[in-house]
C-alpha cells in the first residue's frame, strides 16, 4: 500500500528563476534600509542626484515613444485587429468595460495631489518669473500633463502587449509573453525570467510607493479628527499594520466579490465627494476652467510632450522632482496597470482600446483634478489669502486643510479617510494578486503563505523607506527600479509592431490566383501542384510553354478580330514573357508573367512535416500590368486558364477606357 506525503503548508507556485532573484533584491533593500537608515538615504540621493543629472531625457523620449506609439497604432490599418480571434466578441459590454476603466483611473494618488499638485505648482511654478495671474493657468496644465495621455500610454503600452499576445496567440497573460516576435519559445527560459525579475521589481516598489502616500496622508487625516495626537513613524506603523492585516485577509479568503462591492461603494463614494466640492465650491470658476483648461492641455501637448528644460535652467529641478517622477512612478504601475486593463479587454479592438484607455480615464483625472485643484486655488486667493499656499509645502495636510474652508468638515474627513483607506486596502490587495501571478509564470491561484508573506514585504519596504527618508525614498526607489522597465517597454513596443504586421500579413494573404478555380475533380493533380517545389529551370518551363502558347492563341484570335498584339520576351533583370496592345493615347494594353524569386524561409526548411524542401529559394510566375498594379501568383493556372485571366484584364481595361476621362489610363502628356 503506497503512502502518499502531505502536503506542505509553505508548498510553493513560485518560478524559482523568477522569484529568488527579485525577493534577493527586495529583501536585501529592505534589510539595508531597515539597519543603515542614514546610509540608504545619502545612497538614494546621490543615485536620484545622477538620474536626474543624465538621464531625465531618457525617460521624457520613452513616455514620448510610448504616447506617438499608440497614437500611430490607433490610426493605423493595425487598429481594426482584435484582441483575440477574428470572431470574438467583448466579454464585458461596453458601458461595463468603461466603469471598469473608470475604476482604473481612481487610486490614492487622486487623494494626495487631488488640492496637493496644484497647488504646489501654483505656490512654486516651474518657471519662477511668471506673471501672477498666468500661476493658476500653468498649475492646471502640467497637473493635465502628469495625470493625462501620457499617464495612460504607459499603462496602454503594457496592457495592449499583454492582451494582444495572450488572447491573439494564446500565450501566457505575463509580460515575457510581449517577446515572443523575438525569443520565440526562449520567453519561457533566461530572458523571459529576466524580463519578470524587472517587472516584479519595478511593482513592488511602484505599490509600495502607493502606499507610502497612503500611510502618511493617513496619518494626518486621523490626526486632523484627533483620534491620534500626531503623525509619527510610531503611528505609520500602526496603521500600515491594521491596514495591510485587512488586505491580506481579503487576498487569502476569497473575497473577491465583496473586494469588488466595496470597490464599487468607493468609486461611488470619490464621485459623490467630487460633486460636494463642486456644489459647494466657486462653481462656475471650476467648470471655466475646466473647458479652458482642456483648450490649453491640447493646444501645448506637443511642446509639453518633447521638453526637456535643456535652455531653462532653472526649472530642471522643478522639472526633475515633478515630471520624471511621475513617468518613474507610471513605469513602475505599468505591470499591475497594463494587466488590469489587459483582463477586461479581450473582444475589443486595438483601436477602441486605445482610444478608450487613452481618453476615459484621463478626462476623469482632469475633471477630478480641475474640482479639487481649482478650488483649492480660487480659496487661497479669495478666503485663505495665501493660507492654502502655505500648506503646499505639506501635502500629507493640505487635503484636510482644504475642507475646512467647507461646511461639514469632520464629515468630509471620515469619508475621505475611509476612500484612502479602502484605496489601500484594494490596492494592496490586488498588488498581492499581481506580485504573486508575475512570480510564478502567470499562476491564477497562490497558496496563501504566500500572500501573507508578500503582505509583510510590502510593510516592511514601505516602512523601512519611510524610516530612511520618508516619500523621498519610496520616490527614488520607484526612479532607480522604472528605468530598466521603461527600456522593456520600449523594446515590447518594438515587439508587437513587428507581430501586428505579420497579423495584417497574414490576414490579408490571398488565395493563389489559380486555386481559385478549383474543383473536386482532378484534386490528386492539385495536391501534387502545391507539393511540387518550382525551381528555375520549372519556371522557365512554365513560362515558353504554357504562358507562351496561352498568349500566341490570343494573338491570332485577336488578329481575327482587327485587333493586333505582341508578344515580348525578356532575361534581364528577370525572366519574364508578356502580351502587349499599343494605343496612341490610351496606356498599352500589358499582361506580363515574370519569374519572381521567393525566399523560403529557415522555419520552413528545417521543420519536417512538410513538403520536401531544400532550396534557399523558389520561384513563382507572377503577373504584372501595363498600370503597374500589383501582380499575383499564378502557378495553377493552365493554359486556357491564362487565356481567361488575360481576357477579364482586357475586358476591365476596355471598360476603363469607356468611361471617358480617366487619368491613369492616358498615355501622360498625350
Not at 496603521?239 to 468607493?266: P, Q
Request: net charge neutral.
Amino acid at each position: 500500500m503506497n503512502k502518499t506525503k502531505s502536503s506542505s503548508p509553505f508548498q510553493t507556485n513560485f518560478t524559482k528563476s523568477v522569484a529568488l532573484p527579485s525577493l534577493a533584491i527586495i529583501i536585501a533593500i529592505s534589510l539595508f534600509c531597515v539597519f543603515f537608515s542614514k546610509d540608504t538615504e545619502q545612497a538614494l540621493n546621490v543615485v536620484k542626484a545622477i538620474i536626474f543629472k543624465n538621464l531625465s531625457w531618457l525617460y521624457v523620449l520613452l513616455v514620448t515613444v510610448f504616447v506617438l506609439f499608440l497614437i500611430t497604432l490607433a490610426i493605423s490599418k493595425f487598429g481594426k485587429i482584435k484582441l483575440g480571434a477574428d470572431d470574438s466578441e467583448p466579454e464585458y459590454s461596453f458601458f461595463s468595460w468603461i466603469a471598469m476603466l473608470f475604476a482604473a483611473g481612481m487610486g490614492i494618488g487622486l487623494m494626495y495631489f487631488g488640492v496637493g499638485e496644484t497647488m504646489s505648482h501654483y505656490a512654486t511654478p516651474a518657471n519662477a518669473n511668471l506673471a501672477e495671474n498666468l500661476r493658476a493657468k500653468e498649475a492646471q496644465l502640467y497637473t493635465f500633463f502628469h495625470w493625462g495621455f501620457h499617464a495612460w500610454s504607459i499603462y496602454g503600452v503594457v496592457g495592449l502587449s499583454l492582451a494582444y499576445f495572450a488572447y491573439r496567440h494564446n500565450l501566457p497573460l505575463a509580460i515575457r509573453s510581449g517577446f515572443y516576435p523575438i525569443l520565440k519559445n526562449r520567453i519561457h527560459g533566461r530572458f523571459g525570467n529576466i524580463v519578470d525579475v524587472f517587472g516584479l521589481c519595478s511593482t513592488f516598489f511602484g505599490i509600495a510607493t502607493t502606499l507610502g502616500f497612503g500611510v502618511v496622508q493617513l496619518s494626518a487625516g486621523l490626526v486632523s479628527l484627533h483620534l491620534i495626537p500626531e503623525s509619527s513613524f510610531g503611528y505609520q506603523i500602526i496603521i500600515v499594520l491594521v491596514v495591510m492585516i485587512i488586505a491580506v485577509l481579503s487576498a487569502i479568503s476569497g473575497l473577491g466579490k465583496g473586494v469588488k462591492k466595496l470597490s464599487e461603494l468607493n468609486i461611488i463614494m470619490a464621485v459623490l465627494l467630487m460633486l460636494f466640492i463642486l456644489v459647494f465650491g466657486p462653481t462656475i470658476y471650476i467648470l471655466s476652467t475646466f473647458t479652458e483648461g482642456l483648450g490649453h492641455y491640447i493646444s501645448h501637448f506637443i511642446s509639453l510632450t518633447f521638453n526637456t528644460y535643456a535652455y531653462e535652467k532653472g526649472s530642471q529641478e522643478w522639472f526633475s522632482k515633478w515630471t520624471i517622477l511621475y513617468w518613474a512612478w507610471w513605469i513602475s504601475w505599468a505591470p499591475y496597470v497594463g494587466l488590469f486593463i489587459a483582463k477586461i479587454s479581450k473582444g475589443r479592438t486595438i483601436r477602441e482600446f486605445i482610444l478608450a484607455v487613452l481618453f476615459i480615464p484621463a478626462f476623469f483625472n482632469f475633471l477630478w483634478m480641475t474640482v479639487f485643484g481649482s478650488s483649492a486655488v480660487w480659496i487661497d486667493e479669495h478666503i485663505a489669502h495665501g493660507a492654502l499656499s502655505e500648506f503646499a509645502k505639506n501635502p500629507d495636510t493640505l487635503l484636510f486643510n482644504f475642507f475646512t474652508y467647507f461646511p461639514f468638515t469632520t464629515f468630509l474627513n471620515v469619508l475621505s479617510i475611509l476612500i484612502i483607506c479602502v484605496f489601500f486596502i484594494t490596492s494592496a490587495d490586488s498588488g498581492i494578486f499581481i506580485m504573486n501571478g508575475i512570480a510564478s509564470k502567470g499562476a491564477v491561484t497562490s497558496p496563501k503563505w504566500q500572500s501573507i508573506f508578500w503582505g509583510v514585504l510590502l510593510s516592511l519596504l514601505a516602512l523601512s523607506l519611510l524610516r530612511s527618508g520618508g516619500l523621498a525614498s519610496l520616490q527614488t526607489m520607484t526612479l532607480i527600479t522604472a528605468l530598466p522597465f521603461g527600456i522593456i517597454m520600449a523594446l515590447l513596443c518594438y515587439n508587437l509592431w513587428k507581430a501586428l504586421v505579420v497579423d495584417s500579413e497574414y490576414s490579408a494573404k490571398k488565395y493563389s490566383h489559380g486555386s481559385l478555380n478549383w474543383n473536386n475533380n482532378n484534386w490528386k493533380e492539385h495536391l501534387e501542384k502545391i507539393v511540387t517545389v518550382s525551381k528555375k529551370k520549372d519556371i522557365h518551363k512554365f513560362l515558353n510553354e504554357t504562358v507562351k502558347k496561352a498568349f500566341e492563341e490570343l494573338v491570332v484570335e485577336l488578329a481575327k478580330n482587327n485587333i493586333e498584339a505582341h508578344i515580348n520576351s525578356f532575361s534581364s533583370p528577370q525572366q519574364a514573357i508578356e502580351l502587349e496592345i499599343k494605343y496612341d493615347q490610351l496606356r498599352n494594353f500589358k499582361y506580363g508573367v515574370m519569374a519572381q524569386k521567393q525566399t523560403v524561409s529557415e522555419t520552413l526548411l528545417n521543420e519536417k512535416n512538410t513538403p520536401d524542401i531544400d532550396l534557399e529559394f523558389v520561384f513563382e510566375p507572377v503577373t504584372y500590368f501595363g498600370d503597374h498594379r500589383k501582380g499575383y501568383d499564378i502557378q495553377y493556372l493552365s493554359k486556357d486558364g491564362i487565356i481567361s485571366d488575360v481576357l477579364r484584364e482586357y475586358e476591365r481595361f476596355l471598360n476603363l477606357s469607356s468611361e471617358g476621362d480617366h487619368d491613369l489610363i492616358m498615355k501622360p502628356n498625350s
